[in-house]
Every structure is written in C-alpha cells, then in structure tokens.
T-cell receptor, first 116, second 111 residues
Framework: AQSVTQPDIHITVSEGASLELRCNYS??????LFWYVQSPGQGLQLLLK??????LVQGIKGFEAEFKRSQSSFNLRKPSVHWSDAAEYFC??????????????FGQGTELSVKP | NAGVTQTPKFQVLKTGQSMTLQCAQD?????MYWYRQDPGMGLRLIYY???????DKGEVPNGYNVSRLNKREFSLRLESAAPSQTSVYFC??????????FGSGTRLTVV
C-alpha cells in the first residue's frame, strides 16, 4: 500500500536560515508527488508538484523540492526562511489510479516555527 | 472566483445528532473529496467522487455517508455523531491529476 512519511513532526529554524523538510514515500510505480502548506485556521495550498522529467521542481514562495527515486524521497527546501513561512507542511503522493480519481495520500505533516 | 466553499465553518453537535457538511466548487472540476484532519495524523480520506454520479470509500468511511448532488456539490453526512468524529473536515476538488483545491474547512466538535 502506498504511504507517505514525514519524519519530523516539528522543526524550528531562524529567520534567514535554510530549510529542508523531509518526505519519504512508498509507491511501486513512478509517483505523483506534492507539497502543500497550511497556515493556521486555513485550508491547504499547493506549493509544488512532481510528475516526471526534471527531478528538481520549483514552486511558489521560493520553495523547491527534489525527487530522488533511489531514496524514495521528495524533500522540500528553501534557501532563506521568512517569518511568514511558519505553517504546517504536508507531503502527498498520488495513489494507485490517480489518473482516474485523483486520490492523494498525505503524510502526517511537519510544523515549521521560525525564530526572529 | 470562490473556488471551494464549505459550510458551516464551525459546528458543535451532541452525541447522536446528525448533520450534513456542504461543499460546492465553481471550477467545473470532475473529482471531489472529503478528508478529515486530526493532530499528528495528517489528512485521511473519508470518501471521494471521481466524477458526477460516482462515489467511493476512502481510508476512514465508517460513520459517514456522501452524496454527489451534481457536478458542483458534494455533501458529507454524519447520521449519528460520535466524539471520535470531532475533527476538522476538508473538502477538495480536482480537474484531474494536477492537484487539489481545498476549501477552508469545517471545525466539528461532538460532545
């Protein structure tokens, strides 16, 4: 069965520091991978997605993620974190039959805090 | 351009009461979904509708029913609410594999 693991429940970084949020997935075929961000009390917003091609994908708000098939990972990165990036981040993988129904399986989430 | 609209935003129910969570999208998307979000568990799929006229169970369907009323609307019903259904519920829609558009959520408390 497909699954997504985000090993870090909570991460704190200083403003201006770099950020990497980890995501590991379990999926037999080429995965469809997503990162979403959720600000407090809000719904989820799509940051970026990977379907195929270039393994380094760029997203909104200065985020990028790299797909590494050998490590079954899709880690999210940002070179310099801003206080407004404090939020919860979710990694997701498209489940079997994604093209015909679009089910996504989400990780547990990583809460990001930013120190001044 | 409203996107995905969920009503109500907040609700408190007594154990055993019933209610329906409403969801509507104005983007002409084929697929719609209901997820619940609980601390430390991410989002778990309750039911989904790949297209108008079809619905399927997700990971945690027990205690819920859904209706895809038309292409725009996808409702979630709790027939007899239980405290274990206290959660934040999100509706989402998608045209295909490009990813979801989420509503802002319904925070439900069952006492």
């Amino acid at each position: 069965a497909q699954s997504v693991t985000q090993p870090d429940i909570h991460i704190t970084v200083s403003e201006g520091a770099s950020l990497e949020l980890r995501c590991n997935y379990s999926y037999g075929a080429t995965p469809y991978l997503f990162w979403y961000v959720q600000s407090p009390g809000q719904g989820l917003q799509l940051l970026l997605k990977y379907f195929s091609g270039d393994t380094l994908v760029q997203g909104i708000k200065g985020f990028e993620a790299e797909f590494k098939r050998s490590q079954s990972s899709f880690n999210l990165r940002k070179p310099s974190v801003h206080w407004s990036d404090a939020a919860e981040y979710f990694c997701a993988v498209g489940a079997t039959g994604f093209n015909q129904g679009g089910k996504l399986i989400f990780g547990q989430g990583t809460e990001l805090s930013v120190k001044p | 351009n409203a996107g995905v609209t969920q009503t109500p935003k907040f609700q408190v129910l007594k154990t055993g009461q019933s209610m329906t969570l409403q969801c509507a999208q104005d983007m002409n998307h084929n697929s719609m979904y209901w997820y619940r979000q609980d601390p430390g568990m991410g989002l778990r799929l309750i039911y989904y509708s790949a297209s108008e006229g079809t619905t399927d169970k997700g990971e945690v369907p027990n205690g819920y029913n859904v209706s895809r009323l038309n292409k725009r609307e996808f409702s979630l019903r709790l027939e007899s609410a239980a405290p274990s259904q206290t959660s934040v519920y999100f509706c989402a829609s998608s045209p295909s594999r490009v990813g979801y558009t989420f509503g802002s959520g319904t925070r439900l408390t069952v006492v």
